[in-house]
């Protein structure tokens, strides 16, 4: 192993970004690296998950005498504690919680930014030890600096965002994050603690030979998205294929591999649920924003994603996105 490796870890990062954008005021970067200190503590409780046994179901109390909570109820509070003491948020949203949370203290008032995130996506897949993840969302607030955020400071289109970015708990836990000017993904190094730079300036392969939807579904989609699964599924050599269909029923997990390798990940409106599952403003607002400025594509299969005029802060989307030509070629089936 090269000893003299340099490596870069997110606060160098997000400090070398200061150096090259002297305007900033670096309140953007210490949110990330609030978010990132965050993640690490819910890394080590993703990863002593299968010892519930050990340390007690939720609702119960440990070993050490503390009430042990749901891995995404501790996601939740880490996030929100992080942000709250920190000097960049003015507020939050979560999948967890029904409404906003406003931080209204002297400080927070006078912070530019609010956060919007689903502290641990795919959370029912913990006990089988599928990976989950972290997504998140932010953006400046529209309400003056000084007063307490109200709900129109989160109700903005995707395409207001400043940063979006995931955590995948996996095989190795990754922290990925997009701003305008582009996606980078640090790996964290357990040994020292530190998110280090692994994959700097992600771009998504034009074209992938990926396809992720859950087939489970498949007699509810609409006629053309049917088409489209079958014409994903007899793509030969000649057409770019042949296709194979990885779905793992986590969203992180699936749109992470999809924008490194290439491909296309659909939640499509079924006969049960026509506005799909997930949600717009922290699960698909986020990786639309990175998977556009990764070079890819994100849409409801009628309008881009970043262009949905929120009304609610839970309402869900369908969801297509990934690889630019294969989001071209499924739009020609979608077209209405
Ligand atoms: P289905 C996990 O519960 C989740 O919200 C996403 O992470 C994932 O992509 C989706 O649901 C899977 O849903 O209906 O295919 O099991």
Known sequence: MNVNRRV???????????????????????????????????????NKAGLVDILGDAGTVNVQGEEVKKLDVYANDQLTRVLQHGIACAGIASEELDDFVAFDDAKSVKSKYVCLFDPLDGSSNIDVNVSIGTIFSVYRRVTPI??????????????????????????????????????????????????????????????????????????????????????CQNKTKADGGPYTQRYIGSMVSDVHRNLIKGGIFMYPGTTDRPKGKLRLLYECNPFAFIMTVAGGKATNGKIGILDIEPTELHQRTPLYIGSKLMMEELETYLAP
């Open 146 to 231: 000084g007063t307490v955020v109200t709900k129109q400071d989160f109700l903005q289109p995707g395409n207001q965002q400043v940063a979006a970015g995931y955590v995948v708990y996996g095989s190795s836990t990754m922290l990925v994050y997009a701003t305008r000017r582009g996606v980078n993904g640090f790996t964290l190094d357990p040994s020292v603690g530190e998110w280090t730079l692994s994959h700097p300036d992600i771009k998504c392969p034009e074209r992938g030979k990926i396809y992720s939807v859950n087939h489970g579904n498949f007699f509810q989609y609409d006629d053309n998205v049917r088409k489209y699964i079958n014409v």
């Open 8 to 46: 870069q870890t997110l606060d160098e990062f997000t400090i070398q970004q200061l150096r090259d954008f002297p305007q900033a005021t670096g309140e953007l970067s210490h949110l990330l690296r609030n978010i990132g200190l965050a993640a690490k503590r819910v890394n080590v409780e993703v």
